[in-house]
């Protein structure tokens, strides 16, 4: 397991101190290979012994063993000059495909695709930023001749749910997972018997509490740059994914096919 991914999933799970290891962890990366566990207690205001603790509660044996898999799952900077823009989100985008992509696990979406074919109404549902997800997804998996609709609106969306019935699946888009209207719509839903899957940064919140199937993403904000403002782009690399392997069978393929000649879309 990479221990940056370990770190993230469980984030929500940890101490004040242990989120402050984990934000600068996450942050300066490419820097723990030669800091000295001293070091890194001094630049977090902790302990040696808080972060023997923190690295074994993600998985690792030691702070040496956790260093040596930061190590190995480094993307490699492009060298480049100071203001070299293009190198610089190259390698932002980079960095958040390739941990998304270690989230993903395959069974989850032969599981994801046989429960949206047993349901007949899907419900997106996101809020702000990943309402723009949410809207990309329902109208991918309508022209896929899904019965689909996405939802942005708070009201809206628990005027939904409070109708809902077991022949309902509601596909959430939250990286916090804490958001209250998704929390909300979702908890309506689940008491109407509707099935539940959720796209989210963390392993422990109230939307992946709610779901039964989750799937994990990597979150930008740990990407080490806060010039970039692009919350979305791993949900939208999942979205890509799942519509892609929806249209390996035929059925999918041939009404994105239909929707898109409608629409001169080719």
Known sequence: MNPLVAIQKNYLSFSKNEKTIADYIL???????NMKI??????????????????????????SDMKVNIGHHLITNIAKNDDDIVSEVFTFYQTVIKNTQQMIDHNMIKQFIALLKKQEHIIVIGSSSSGVSADTFGLRLMRMGLDAQSFIDPNWMKMRA???????????????GVT???V????LAKKND?????????????VAQLSDLI???YNPRFANNEKFINSQFSNMYLIDILTSCLQEEDCFKNSMTTTRIAVDDR
């Open 38 to 63: 001293t070091e890194l207690a001094q630049q977090t205001s902790t302990s040696s012994a808080t972060i023997t603790r923190f690295v074994k509660k993600i998985g690792c044996k030691s702070y």
């Open 194 to 206: 509707a099935k539940i899957v959720s796209i989210t940064s963390y392993m422990d919140n109230p």
């Open 180 to 182: 209250k209207c998704i």
């Open 162 to 176: 409070s109708i809902a019935s077991k022949q309902d699946l509601f596909l959430a888009i939250s990286n916090s």
């Open 215 to 217: 799937f994990h993403v």
């Open 184 to 187: 909300d719509t979702l908890t």
């Open 27 to 33: 942050q300066n990366s490419p820097k723990i290979n």
